[in-house]
Structure formats: C-alpha cells, structure tokens
C-alpha cells in the first residue's frame, strides 16, 4: 500500500514539476514572442521612416535636378546672347577702326595738302636765263645770318627762316671738321641784283652775262641760296673749288639739304663752285645717290619733292 501512494506521489511531483516547466516555457517563449513582435514592429516604422525619408530626398534631389536644368538652360541662353552681343560689338570696333582709319587718312592727306599749299612753290623751281622769278617776288620772311659765319667786311646777310637751321648746322660740323667756312652773300633781292649785274657790265661789259650776277640771280632772291669763301685760304670763286672746304661741301652738303647748282660742264652755265642751293635733305641726298645735279632733273620730278622740303 505504501508503494502505490509512494508512486502517486512520485507521479504528483513529476506532473507538477512537468506542468510547472510547461508553464514557465509557455510563459518565456510567450513573452519572447511579444519581444519579438515589438521589435519587428519597431523595424516596420523604421523601414516606413526610411521610405519616407527616401521619398523626401529623392522629391528634393528631382527638383534639385530640374533647378540644375533650368539654370543650365539660363545659362545656355544668357551665354548665346553674350556671344550675340561680343560679335555686335566686335562688328561696332571693326566700323570703328575703319572710320578711324577713314578719318586718319583723310587727315595725312589734309596735312600732306595743307604742307603743300604752305610750301612756297617757287623754292624747288629750277630757274634760267629765260625763267626768271618775278621782280616782286621776296621770302615771306627773312633770319639775319649771325655776324660769325659772315665774311668780315660783309654787310649782314639774310636767309629763309625755315632753311636756316640746316645752314647753321651744315657751318658748325664744317667748322667742326676743320673748315672755316664764310657767306659772301645770302639773299639778294631783285634791285641789288640789278645793282651787281651793272657793276659786273661796267666790269667785263656783255661778257658779264655770263657770271654768277646772272646765272644765281633767281636763286639768290629766293634766301635759300649762299655764296661761300674758304677762310683759312681767302680762296673765292673759281679758286674755292681748289679747297679742302670745297670736297667737305661736295661730300657733306646733301646731309644738310644743299646742292652745288652749277658743278663743272654743267650744260647751262659756267661752274660755280661756291654757289650753293639748299632743296631740303630728301631731294639732295637722292640727287647724291643717284649722282645726278638737281638742273638735270625734270620739274615734274623736283615738284614730287616739296613736300620734304624742310624735313
Ligand atoms: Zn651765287
């Protein structure tokens, strides 16, 4: 008897402790279940925040991108109107320049005209027996030749203002080069002229219309011509032609725009060495280069060289 209630009691506790553990596991996995059922809910929301948040940015990352595209386009347009604009004004700059060039022209050539119609024609004329220049003709002005290139005993001498400066420096590097080079007579006007062509006449009668009283008659009136003398040896004339002074006025007197008007079987007058003419730098230093003498020249071809007259 005391075994079988040993037995149910035995049973009693196996039953209780198994209810108990099914109980408690029951009760765990439940609980673990809830556990569980909270967090996927958990990771629902997130996953929803994620979507939504997902969607925002991509809602903002679409109209970022329409922005871009938009500016993009503005952009595009505003740099076509640019590009229209920059050749507009690069077309307004060529027509400028054009004009410019138009205007610069036209003034060359008013300055080139205005030269020309202030250049006294007359000073590149090559004169003769038979073309005189009119008695009433005289410079417009007249510089007095300083007293130190006159010879002594000379009355003053006068020159054509604006040839003056190339006489004065063509003197000084003479003098410098060891020649005393002296004006025996500059501008004379046309009743001194006379005055010298009767003195010679009383002198040598008609044999006198060859000498210099008729041959530089003109270009004496003109002030751009000058008689010179060799101071160290007194020699005028013909004899000046025998000078050092003389080869420095034939090998230097184009840099200053003087020519020798009559040189030796010149087929017009007799020579005259001492008479020189000053026709500008331009026109001398050509007739040197091509060692032609300016009465050998055509008129017409003198005329081209007016306008370098004082240049
Ligand atoms: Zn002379």
Do not use: C
């Amino acid at each position: 008897m005391d075994e079988k209630k040993n037995k149910i009691d035995f049973l009693t506790v196996f039953m209780s402790i198994l209810l108990t553990i099914t109980t408690a596991s029951t009760g765990w996995f439940g609980y673990r279940n809830i556990l569980l059922l909270e967090e996927n809910e958990q990771l629902l929301s997130t996953q929803k925040e994620l979507e939504e948040e997902a969607e925002v940015r991509e809602r903002a990352y679409i109209e970022a991108q329409n922005s871009i595209n938009e500016l993009n386009n503005e952009l595009r347009s505003e740099r076509e109107e640019l590009q229209i604009i920059l050749s507009e004004l690069q077309e307004e700059r060529n027509r400028n320049e054009d004009f410019e060039d138009q205007i610069r022209n036209l003034a060359g050539t008013v300055g080139t005209l205005d030269r020309l119609a202030q250049t006294d024609r007359e000073l590149l004329q090559k004169y003769s027996r038979t073309f005189f220049l009119n008695e009433n003709y005289r410079p417009a002005q007249l510089t007095q030749i300083p007293q130190r290139w006159v010879m002594p005993g000379r009355q003053d001498q006068y020159f054509l203002p604006e040839a003056w400066p190339f006489l004065e420096d063509m003197l000084k590097k003479a003098e410098r080069d060891g020649h005393d080079l002296r004006i025996i007579s500059a501008f004379r006007s046309f009743d001194e002229q006379v005055d010298l062509k009767s003195q010679f006449l009383r002198q040598y009668g008609t044999g006198a219309n060859t000498f210099s009283a008729d041959q530089g008659f003109s270009e004496h009136q003109l002030g751009t011509a000058i008689d010179i003398v060799d101071l160290k040896t007194g020699a005028t004339e013909e004899r000046f032609s025998q000078t050092e002074a003389y080869e420095w006025l034939k090998n230097n007197a184009h840099r200053y725009g003087f020519i020798l008007s009559y040189p030796p079987d010149n087929d017009y007058y007799i020579y005259e060495p001492w008479h020189w003419r000053f026709v500008g730098r331009k026109l001398a230093s050509d007739l040197n280069r091509r060692n032609m003498y300016f009465y050998d020249m055509d008129q017409r071809e003198i005329n081209t060289y007016l306008i370098y007259l004082f240049d």
